[in-house]
């Protein structure tokens, strides 16, 4: 072959290239929503103090900035009744052109996964753009954990615990029944409408154990460990991919609570209340943290959301700042957010009845 025909050939094969790739953009921007001049509204139904809040102020102007147009994202905070208040709001919306965004958590996934009588929202009905996952931390106060005798918790067995809840049937399940199965007495204050209002307990010595999210906690609670004034616990973990609990990535360095589990003589990672809690662990943290569209929102507005949010991903500094804001998490788009969706509302039914009848036992909390 002559060295003109295939240069030939190489120039079209780049023209070739060059043109299908215009082609997709064509017919993307053809298909995308044009929100220049809107302002997108993001409810998110808890206070804006927690990690939920620190979420959605991460993304806002990301988002802002990756969708076309480039409309104003506004972050409004909705709290009220553990999160199920703004997401009654969310289902009472109908699409109209893409100004209103939700974002949820596992707080508002555990009581539509209870039957909690004060959910009137159904996920079916919403549309996930975004899925993104998370861990938690708990932690103590200088003094508690210095009397652990390593990873055994088993010292800490004959302390008054104080924690700031949201609920026994939110995402506070979690750390509630861990603490419970390594034998510590924690005696919740329900009522407090998110985390951030937690960790402000346990810093004014209201509290003297808490937990917060990743996000939350590397904002909130760093500063607090850096000062002496806080010692973390353990993490919940992470998923590795053959579904077993490992460290997590964001705190490599910090025992899990099955580490503390195993390390403790009174608690058991296997039968029906290790099966609950990693259940819920399971719906609570992997899929933490989602963004929907309302109902009856078309292709058009579902693909313009997730083409940003990949844009975003996208962007050269986004490992190193998600990284510093949210952990190191996946944040999913698509088919995997759609998988992260199902598994974050679908538990077994053995976990769903330990879970009824823990609250019922342990809090005299009846889901009817």
Known sequence: MSK????????????????ALIGFQAQAD???IDLTGKTVEWVIPFSETGGSAKW?????????EALPGQPTVVVKFMPGAGSTKGANYFQGQ????????????????????????????????????????????????????????????????????????????????????????????????FGIKGRGDGRLMFERGEANIDYQTSSSYLKGVTPLV???????????????????IVRDPTFPDMPTFKEICEATPSCE????????WKSFFIAGFPAQKM????????????????????KVKARADFAEI?????????????????????SGTDVPQSAKDFVVNWLQERYGVSIK
Do not use: C
């Open 4 to 19: 003109f025909k295939a240069t030939q050939r190489v120039t079209a094969s780049f023209a070739a290239t060059a043109a």
């Open 30 to 32: 053809d298909h995308a």
């Open 56 to 64: 959605a102020n991460f993304y806002a102007p990301l988002l802002s």
């Open 94 to 189: 109908e699409y109209k052109d893409g100004t209103l965004i939700f974002g949820s958590s596992g707080s508002t996934q555990f009581p539509y996964l209870l039957g909690d009588p004060r959910v009137k929202y159904e996920y079916s009905d919403w549309n996930v753009v975004l899925a993104s996952g998370t861990g938690g931390v708990a932690y103590l106060t200088p003094e508690l954990a210095a009397s652990m005798d390593g990873m055994d918790a088993t010292p800490l067995q004959g302390t008054d615990f104080i924690y700031g809840s949201q609920g026994a049937t939110r995402l506070d399940l979690v750390p509630l029944l861990a603490w419970e199965m390594l034998g510590l007495n924690v005696e919740p204050v």
């Open 226 to 244: 850096e000062a002496g004034t806080a010692v973390p616990m353990m993490s919940w973990g992470a998923l590795d991919d053959d579904g077993n």
């Open 269 to 276: 990672t296997s039968g029906d209340q290790w099966e609950a």
């Open 291 to 310: 963004v929907f569209l309302p109902a009856g929102a078309p292709e058009a507005a579902i693909a313009t959301y997730s083409e940003a949010f990949e």
């Open 322 to 342: 998600s990284a510093n804001n949210l952990g190191k998490y996946p944040q999913m788009t698509g088919a995997k957010a759609k998988g992260a969706l199902k």
